[in-house]
């Protein structure tokens, strides 16, 4: 029972180079989101996805793409990753959007 | 907007007993949802319980309770007979109204570190 997986686990980029977080879900969810989780401030929505086709900003938007390739997966792409986009990022999913969140293992990403 | 509150940074309990970590929340809604997650050191995210803002009695799994007062807008989480494997980092969050800006997104509090002593 796999639930949310996402990949990679750990990452470290150069300030400037771009990578794309990987989100998968196989327990037929429609909505999926993304979050970082930073020291102090507990867990911040990035984007999400209410359903397969739409996706909306969440708090911390600036700097992130996403796209909701089908129903399972959710990918979230860092264009010029930047050393204040350090941080945990955990992609979660909901069978719809008014029931509690499931979550993946987390990213933990550094930009040098 | 919607704002979640944890005011206590750390917490400590003895094993066996019971410990209270605080939430309040401020919103405009009529109606919304408020969930605590647990996080332990090995990072993943685990729900804990659900307390919908209509519901008539206070939300209980196992030994997790949610002491909601709807009037302070507080939800606090009650974990009895505290266990050492409860020592982890506990996060309240809420989840706004249809129709709103807020419906689709879960908002977190800065969480509440707790741990529990033999």
């Known amino acids: 029972n796999a639930g949310v997986t996402q990949t990679p686990k750990f990452q470290v980029l150069k300030t400037g180079q771009s990578m794309t977080l990987q989100c998968a879900q196989d327990m037929n969810h429609n909505s999926m989101y993304w979050y970082r989780q930073d020291p102090g401030m507990g867990l911040r929505l990035i984007y999400y996805s209410a359903s397969e086709g739409t996706t909306d900003k969440g708090e911390v938007p600036n700097g992130y793409n996403v796209s909701r390739l089908n129903k399972r997966e959710f990918s979230l792409r860092l264009e010029s990753a930047a050393p204040s986009q350090t941080s945990v990022y955990f992609c979660?999913?909901?069978?719809?959007?008014?029931?509690?969140?499931?979550f993946g293992s987390g990213t933990q990403l550094s930009v040098l | 907007a919607q704002k979640i509150t944890q005011t206590q940074p750390g917490m400590f309990v003895q094993e066996k007993e019971a410990v209270t970590l605080d939430c309040t929340y401020d919103?405009?809604?009529?109606?919304?949802?408020l969930f605590w997650y647990k996080q332990p050191s090995s990072g993943e995210m685990i729900f804990l319980i659900y307390?919908?803002?209509?519901?008539?009695q206070n939300a209980t799994e196992g030994r997790y309770s949610l002491n909601f007062q709807k009037a302070r807008k507080s939800a606090n989480l009650v974990i009895s007979a505290s266990q050492l494997g409860d020592s982890a980092m506990y996060f309240c969050a809420m989840r706004g109204v249809p129709g709103t800006g807020g419906y689709n997104k879960l908002i977190f509090g800065a969480g509440t570190r707790l741990a529990v002593h033999p």
């Open positions: 307390q919908g803002s209509y519901d008539q």
């Open positions: 979660a999913s909901s069978p719809t959007e008014n029931e509690k969140l499931f």
């Open positions: 919103t405009s809604d009529p109606s919304y949802g």
